[in-house]
């Protein structure tokens, strides 16, 4: 069974960064797709990156890479604003058969 861990959510004012870290552990022979998604109560979860290509809403601010162990990912968000204010989940799966691993979700707070 594959568990995920993340890490680097924190608090930081507008305009500041924060990287966020997420690795694979358990059964992960095979690699896995995997991606960065954010939710905000309320609302739906939305997809904000991957290794190749980010949100049109983080674009230019979020970039994801893939880090130098297998089936690890991260997400480095600079010039924050406090929309990005959300729990960030990193998410894996067999490549082509969707996100079916979820981890627990870092909390990242953006003050004005």
């Known amino acids: 069974q594959v568990h995920l861990v993340e890490s680097g959510g924190g608090s930081v004012q507008s305009g500041g960064s924060l990287r966020l870290f997420c690795a694979a552990s358990?059964?992960?022979?095979?690699?896995?797709?995997m991606a960065w998604f954010r939710q905000v109560p309320g609302k739906e979860r939305e997809w904000v990156a991957n290794?190749?290509e980010s949100a049109e809403a983080v674009q230019g601010r979020f970039t994801g890479s893939l880090g130098d162990a297998k089936n690890t990912l991260a997400l480095q968000m600079n010039s924050l604003k406090p929309e990005d204010t959300a729990m960030y989940f990193c998410a894996a799966g067999r490549c082509g058969d969707g996100y079916t691993i979820w981890g627990q979700g870092t909390q990242v707070t953006v003050s004005s």
């Open positions: 358990g059964h992960t022979a095979r690699r896995l797709c």
């Open positions: 290794e190749d």
